[in-house]
C-alpha cells in the first residue's frame, strides 16, 4: 500500500458507545424492516404466502444494497449518514437472506450459521492476509472497502440465522437470547479495556455479536405475544427506530476512525 493511502482518513465512523448504540438499533431496525416486508407486506407468514416472499425481499434489498456501497465506496470521504443507510442496507438483506435460507431452502439454522460463520471466518482472514490488517482505521481504499462491505454483510446474514438458532433450536427465548449476547459484547468490553488482545479481533467479535442482539430484540417486539413477542406494529416499530438512528446521527458528530492495532 502506497503512503497516501496508509496517511488517508478511513471512511468509517471512529468506534465510541453512540457507534455501538447506533449500530444495535440499526441491527434491530434490519430485523423489523426486513420482516415488515417479507412477513407482513409479501405475507410470507400469512395464509396468502407464495413461498417467494422471502426471495423477493431479499432481491429488494439486494439492489438497495448494492447501491447504497457503489455510493459508499465511490465517496472521498467519511459521510455518517451515508455510511449508517449502507448498514441499515445490509442489515435488511441480511434478514430476509438469512430467511430465505433456513427456511425458504431448508438449510436450517444451525447449517445456515456454520456455513455463514465459516465465509466470515473465511473474508476475514483472506482481507488480513491481503493488506496485514483488518482494523477499521485503514478502510481508505477501494480494495479495503470491498472486503470491509463483504464482510459485514456475510456478518449481518449470520447474525439473524444465528439469533434463530439461540432463540428456537437452543429454547432461549427472545429475552434469555438477548441476555447471552449482551454478555458477549461486556466479555469483549473487558477485553478491550484490561487486556492487550488484539482491538481489531475484539472490534469484529463485538461487530458480529450485535447483530443476533439485534435480530432477536427485533423478533421480541414483532413476534406474537404467544411465541413470547410484544406483537407491536413492524412498520411502527421500524419508524421509530429509524427516526432514533437519524436524531442520532445528526446530535452526536461522528469522526473517520484512526487506525488500531
Not at 423489523?32 to 400469512?46: H, I, N, P, R
Not at 435460507?101 to 471466518?121: K, N
Request: a neutral charge; glycine letters at 10%; one cysteine or more.
Amino acid at each position: 500500500m502506497d503512503e497516501q493511502a496508509k496517511n488517508a482518513l478511513s471512511k468509517v465512523p471512529q468506534v465510541t458507545l453512540v457507534f455501538w448504540i447506533i449500530k444495535i438499533l440499526a441491527t434491530t431496525l434490519g430485523e423489523t424492516g426486513g420482516d415488515a416486508v417479507t412477513m407482513s407486506w409479501l405475507g410470507e407468514t400469512t395464509v396468502n404466502a407464495t413461498g417467494w416472499g422471502y426471495l423477493l425481499g431479499t432481491a429488494i434489498f439486494g439492489a438497495v444494497f448494492a447501491i447504497a456501497v457503489f455510493w459508499q465506496i465511490k465517496a472521498e470521504k467519511f459521510h455518517s449518514l451515508l455510511y449508517w443507510f449502507t448498514i441499515v442496507a445490509t442489515t435488511t438483506v441480511g434478514t430476509t437472506l438469512a430467511d430465505y435460507l433456513t427456511r425458504s431452502v431448508g438449510i436450517g439454522y444451525t447449517g445456515g450459521s456454520a456455513i455463514l460463520l465459516a465465509c466470515v471466518i473465511a473474508s476475514l482472514t483472506i482481507w488480513r492476509y491481503s493488506t496485514g490488517s483488518i482494523s477499521i482505521g485503514t478502510v481508505n481504499t477501494r480494495q479495503i472497502e470491498i472486503y470491509y462491505w463483504v464482510t459485514i454483510m456475510f456478518s449481518q446474514t449470520l447474525g439473524t440465522a444465528l439469533g434463530d438458532w439461540v432463540v428456537d433450536e437452543a429454547g432461549l427465548g427472545y429475552l434469555g437470547s438477548a441476555a447471552i449476547f449482551g454478555a458477549i459484547l461486556l466479555l469483549v468490553a473487558v477485553l478491550h479495556f484490561w487486556t492487550n488482545i488484539s482491538k481489531p479481533i475484539l472490534f469484529w467479535i463485538a461487530f458480529i455479536t450485535t447483530r443476533p442482539l439485534g435480530a432477536v430484540v427485533g423478533d421480541f417486539l414483532d413476534k406474537p405475544i404467544e411465541k413470547g413477542g410484544l406483537e407491536l406494529s413492524r412498520y411502527a416499530a421500524s419508524a421509530v427506530l429509524l427516526a432514533t438512528i437519524v436524531a442520532l446521527i445528526f446530535i452526536f458528530k461522528q469522526k473517520p476512525a484512526e487506525e488500531a492495532h
